[in-house]
């Protein structure tokens, strides 16, 4: 019975630690990091009235999304997804002088950029084939 118990959890343990929960982030000067390898990984961040401060996501695998929002002047959201088939879709909004920076490596991997920030930029760099982008600029 203990044996079965310790199975249990480890498997809880190891599945678990895949998974990103939406996380909320509002405070100046502010660093948000999440790492996730392996298959079917989805995160959720979203930084709000935080200034000067940075959302970094990176992904390694198959399948793995993120969906990153971010609302403040002087931030920046770097995005690095490598593998097959992983996507991202971010949003930064009434920022000024923002960032957006996204790098994804593989096929068949997707990029969906939208910024309403002034003086601020995107770049969106991919290698591989049957990827696609698109960046939008408010």
Aim: net charge negative; proline share 1%; hydrophobic share 35%.
């Amino acid at each position: 019975m203990k044996l079965i118990k310790i199975a249990v959890i480890a498997a809880l343990v190891v599945s678990g630690s895949a998974m990103a929960f939406p996380f909320h982030q509002s405070a100046e000067n502010s660093t948000l990091k999440i790492y996730q390898q392996g298959v079917n990984n989805n995160t959720t961040a979203l930084q709000s009235d935080a200034k000067n401060s940075t959302t970094e996501i990176n992904q390694l695998g198959t399948a793995n999304g993120a969906d990153v929002g971010q609302g403040s002047d002087d931030s920046k959201i770097l995005l690095n997804q490598n593998g097959f088939a992983n996507n991202s879709t971010i949003d930064q909004w009434n920022g000024h002088d923002s960032g957006v920076t996204v790098n994804q490596n593989g096929v068949q991997n997707g990029a969906l950029v939208n910024q309403t920030a002034s003086g601020s930029q995107v770049y969106v760099t991919q290698t591989g084939y049957g990827n696609h982008a698109s960046a939008s600029q408010y």
